[in-house]
């Protein structure tokens, strides 16, 4: 599984965001100020300028965001951060979460016929989704991630010998 710098910077640039709009020394999840320039993240997060604006718009287009435009303008989360998945932002931004080399629809891994790892490559990629569907925005700000995943249930397993 890859996931690009293009999903990536989306997420450290939503979870900058949502900090800042939070506040320091604001409960967890309450929004203190409401917008917040894109040349703050980027300089926070030592990202380009110019490659945060690309991946504004789609995020802008999936509602993830909010632009307020003039002087002290700027971008906030258009919705709760608790009600944002990182899946969300990742899917936004034209992200495959996939961890196989099949293409979707394409003929096969290996010149038309599926490889032997196949299943093993695709169930790792639900994993990762379902993980990152489960996470959300507030919980990374609020350092709720550690210890969230979790072993496969030994169900349907034959015991160990």
């Known amino acids: 599984m890859r996931l690009s710098t293009r999903g990536r910077y989306a997420v450290m640039a939503m979870v900058e965001l949502a900090a800042r709009q939070q506040g320091e020394s604001a409960e967890c999840g309450a929004v203190t100020r409401p917008q917040v320039s894109l040349a703050e993240i980027a300089q ?3 990202l380009s300028l110019a490659y945060l604006e690309q991946l504004f ?3 802008r287009r999936a509602g993830l965001v909010a632009s307020v435009r003039g ?3 700027g971008y ?3 919705r709760p951060a608790r009600e944002i998945s990182i899946a969300v932002i990742v899917e936004a931004v034209d992200e495959s979460i996939q961890a196989t080399r099949c293409e979707e629809g394409g003929p096969g891994c290996l010149a ?3 490889c032997l790892t196949h299943d093993l490559w695709a169930e790792l990629g639900s994993q990762i989704k379902m993980f990152l569907e489960g996470v959300t925005l507030a919980d990374v700000v609020c350092g709720q991630v550690m210890g969230r995943a979790t072993c496969p249930t030994a169900a349907g397993r034959s015991p160990e010998p």
């Open 112 to 114: 038309g016929d599926r």
């Open 76 to 78: 906030m989360l258009a």
């Open 71 to 73: 002087p002290g303008g």
């Open 44 to 46: 926070a997060q030592r």
């Open 57 to 59: 718009g789609p995020l």
